[in-house]
């Protein structure tokens, strides 16, 4: 099992990355988990309802059925998440992050999130999504 | 002893300069137009004791038209605040991370629904309005016909009446702006300042109707240009004010949620910032406490609102020439509509408005019967009952682009009572940040 606290140093932020990983040690499985995270945030920034499945392959139709109609409702979105915990064990993650959305431009939301990801062979995928 | 001569003539200046500012005011219009001490019909018939004829004549019209001041009044405290449009607010679906329109309505004009605004969201508008009332309690404003009676109406000359046929020519121009303010996710609280412009005609064409008197022209007479006895004189008074109205102050909360319809409480707390004597306020402070359940339904959602308005005291529900102040009725207002989005930038509302006004003087028309026993003539009075009010409302809000708003809406009578403007436009921006 590894568990990894952010450092008060702050964030180890990949150019360009919409999502930044805690600074200090982190586990071998932390980059494919951050690639997990960034494809969910293009699909959400690009409204791409087959990319977001890509990640979470266990949408249910009813769940696509929302996420149409919230790209449809959304003109813009940026997400930004910076990763404050990952816990990797057996196969499996969760990963708490604190979550910055600017909705078409201007109206932002801040909120916590937990993301639980297991590892399949095509990498690392999201199970479920939470507060 | 100079000294206090000058004193008691600078008050004596100051005091008629005040009487006269106060003559001005629209809320006198009416009781003053036939003159300070009411009408007067010239008279060369001499009591017994050869002292002139005074040949006053009494009115329900002038006596009691400050109805017409409490109507209008009432009408200004009737316009509501737009509900915020929540069409641009966004909730979280929190098993996928992604955001959706809390609503793709952008909401209902003049009535209410339960969403709140959201948290540190804010959304400011402005609304125009322009009222041109056309009837009071189904009588023609521009045909008031009313009966003056002789002071001590008697057989035998004190039965002469006058007869008048009224104009009254009042248009209400309001521009509110609005600011609504997301304290919590569930609660709202919202400023709403009026910009009102009153304008008051009044024309009357008085007419002796000389039932005992027929024989003798000298005792009720007008006197015309030529110094004979005339029949009948015209009098006019007219005036505009304007000036800030009635501030309005809300706080709204969505309080549950019952399955698809969404419950919420408020209060609106009216100031009486308007100058009432100008008729821009109600002169009265309020309060309304509501409740409002709409559905949150995205595209179709229906919505209903129930308040209970209690007033303060106010000088136009007393008598507004001797300063003294009475209860302005208490409201029942209750409204019932729905928000259809057409499209994701167009929303249609649709509603009815109502209220219920308890215990106001109305006007009711009447037919005065004279002493003759055989003359009659159009008349008016007053009585004391509670009536509902109800209008409909019809329009729309575009979304152009961004979060900006174009709302337009008629109001329209749908029954006769009250002061009544037949058709009501409404033209407004909003915007949400």
């Keep these: ?131 | 002893m100079t000294r206090r001569i000058l004193v008691l003539a600078a008050s004596a200046v100051l005091m008629s300069a005040g009487a006269a500012r106060a003559d001005e005011k629209l809320a006198f219009l009416i009781p003053h137009l036939f003159g300070q001490t009411g009408l007067v019909v010239d008279s060369e018939a001499r009591l017994p004791n050869g002292q002139t004829h005074s040949a006053h004549f009494n009115s329900a019209f002038q006596a009691e038209f400050t109805q017409f001041n409490v109507a209008l009044a009432s009408q200004l405290t009737g316009l509501p605040i737009p509900s915020p449009a929540s069409g641009f607010t966004y909730t979280l679906d929190p098993t996928l991370g992604l955001f959706n329109r809390s609503t793709k309505s952008f909401g209902p004009l003049l009535s209410e629904r339960a969403e709140t605004i959201g948290k540190a969201k804010v959304s400011v508008g402005v609304h125009y309005q322009r009222f041109t009332f056309d009837k009071i309690e189904g009588v023609d404003l521009s045909q008031v016909s009313a009966v003056f009676t002789h002071d001590n109406p008697a057989p035998g000359g004190r039965d002469d009446v006058v007869t008048t046929d009224n104009a009254i020519d009042v248009s209400v121009s309001q521009l509110t702006g609005y600011l609504n303010y997301g304290l919590s996710s569930w609660l709202d609280a919202a400023v709403s300042v009026p910009l009102v412009q009153t304008e008051l005609n009044v024309s009357s064409v008085a007419t002796i109707r000389r039932i005992g008197t027929s024989s003798n022209p000298a005792i009720h007479f007008f006197r015309d240009a030529s110094g004979g006895f005339g029949t009948s004189r015209n009098f006019t008074s007219s005036g505009k004010a304007s000036g800030i109205g009635d501030v309005v102050l809300r706080l709204k909360a969505r309080v549950t949620t019952l399955g698809p319809v969404a419950v919420g409480l408020g209060v609106d707390g009216r100031l009486p910032t308007g100058d009432e004597m100008n008729l821009l306020g109600a002169g009265a402070w309020g309060v309304k406490p509501f409740v409002v359940a709409s559905s949150t339904g995205k595209t179709f959602s229906p919505h209903v609102t129930v308040g209970y308005e209690w007033n303060g005291k106010s000088v136009l529900a007393g008598d507004p020439v001797a300063g003294t102040k009475a209860d302005l009725p208490r409201q029942l207002k209750f409204s019932g509509g729905a928000a259809l989005a057409v499209t994701s930038n167009l929303t249609l509302a649709l509603d009815v408005i109502g209220r219920r006004i308890f215990d106001a003087r109305r006007l009711s028309p009447t037919t005065f019967h004279a002493l003759d026993g055989r003359t009659t003539f159009p008349d008016i009075s007053f009585v004391q009952r509670s009536e509902n009010e109800l209008s409909g409302a019809a329009g729309f809000k575009f979304n152009p682009r961004g979060r900006l708003l174009i709302d337009a809406n008629v109001l329209f009578a749908l029954d006769n009572h009250g002061l009544r403007d037949k058709v009501t436009p409404l033209v407004g921006l909003e915007y949400a940040f």
């Excluded at chain 1, 140093?9 to 150019?15: K, R, S, V």
């Design chain 1, 1 to 131: 099992m590894v568990v990894v606290r952010p450092a008060a140093a702050g964030y180890d932020l990949a150019p360009e990355s919409p999502v930044a990983l805690p600074a200090g040690d982190l586990p071998t499985e932390a980059a494919g988990i951050r690639k997990t995270l960034e494809v969910y945030v293009r699909a959400v920034e690009n409204k791409d309802v087959q990319l977001f499945r890509s990640v979470k392959p266990n949408l249910s139709d009813e769940e696509e059925k929302r996420a149409r109609a919230a790209f449809k409702s959304v003109q813009s979105q940026v997400v930004r998440i910076s990763v404050l915990s990952l816990d990797v064990r057996d196969g499996r993650a969760v990963v708490k992050v604190a979550r910055r959305d600017t909705l078409n431009g201007s109206i932002v939301s801040s909120f916590p999130q937990t993301f639980q990801l297991a590892k399949e062979t095509s990498g690392w995928t999201i199970q479920d999504i939470g507060r």
